[in-house]
């Protein structure tokens, strides 16, 4: 008996050798990612470039599944079961990045950290601390404003600047310190001194007495930063000529290992 083809159209291979419905579906939850979460079918059909009977079919599919809801305005946003889905997938990530992260403690002796920029606030989600008796410590999980942290400078540094004033706009810039941000202008300074610099600085600006040295991930499948934090006294100017070079190649190396198809090295 022949074999029907009634799923060809959907289970079309695309060139390399993956399925390329599920391609599609992929890359209209991320585009409603970027986009904010909540999108129109048009918004969907102009930036793909797929035409609307196609992009009505797969989110159908995706409402079906969970991973997509159907607002009353007709919009589509993304579904409460990818939450499940992104715990588990940063829980993972931060074991990933610990091997990493060991050799920062190794090479600086500080406490290193990994963070990602959730919405509007970062969130660490691995660390090695430091084997120094007087050291720093972040509880993974937990939630801090991007402003007043090395790694929110390093995670936004190449976001645009009207996207920056948004989201400060959202979240407000309150002192943590003294020597905290507190303006969008100053703010937006800083993220220019990232750039130029290739790292982002926490002069005691979360917390009074440490300095963070922080670099961002590139081209990590979801915005990522790893830093090293410690006591001002240690973490000097002529520290961080030392230190900086050691957290710029190690975010190389765990970029590498991110993008690859099989596991992830151990150093």
């Not at 989110?59 to 409460?80: D, E, F, H, S, W």
């Not at 829980?91 to 050799?103: C, D, E, N, S, V």
């Not at 930063?225 to 000097?236: C, E, H, L, W, Y």
Request: aromatic share 4%; hydrophobic share 40%.
């Amino acid at each position: 008996m022949p074999t029907s083809s009634a799923s060809t159209t959907d289970a079309a291979k695309s060139n390399g050798g993956g399925v390329q419905s599920l391609e599609r579906a992929f890359d209209l939850l991320e585009r409603m990612a970027d986009a904010g979460g909540e999108v129109g079918l048009s918004e969907l059909s102009a930036s793909s470039g797929l035409p609307l009977p196609t992009i009505h079919r797969l989110m159908r599919t995706l409402v079906a599944c969970g991973y997509v809801r159907q607002q009353a305005n007709r919009r589509y946003a993304l579904g409460p079961r990818l939450i499940r889905l992104g715990e588990s997938a940063a829980r993972l990530l931060g074991t990933w990045a610990r091997p990493y992260l060991a050799r920062l403690v190794e090479e600086t002796g500080e406490t290193a950290n990994m963070a990602l920029l959730d919405g509007d606030e970062i969130v660490y989600v691995a660390q090695v601390p430091s084997k120094h008796s007087m050291r720093m410590f972040t509880e993974v999980g937990r939630r801090v404003l991007p402003h007043s942290t090395g790694v929110g400078k390093a995670l936004l540094a190449n976001t645009p600047d009207d996207e920056v004033r948004a989201l400060l706009s959202r979240t407000g810039m309150p002192a943590a310190t003294d020597r905290t941000i507190t303006t969008p202008e100053g703010f937006l300074a800083a993220l220019q001194d990232v750039r130029r610099d290739g790292y982002a600085v926490d002069d005691n600006e979360q917390e009074m007495g440490v300095r963070c040295l922080a670099v961002s991930v590139p081209n990590s499948p979801t915005a990522a930063a790893i830093s090293i934090s410690g006591p001002a006294g240690r973490v000097t100017e002529a520290a961080t000529d030392k230190i900086v070079p050691v957290l710029q190649q190690v975010a190389v190396e765990l970029s590498e290992a991110l993008a690859s198809s099989g596991p992830v090295a151990q150093i």
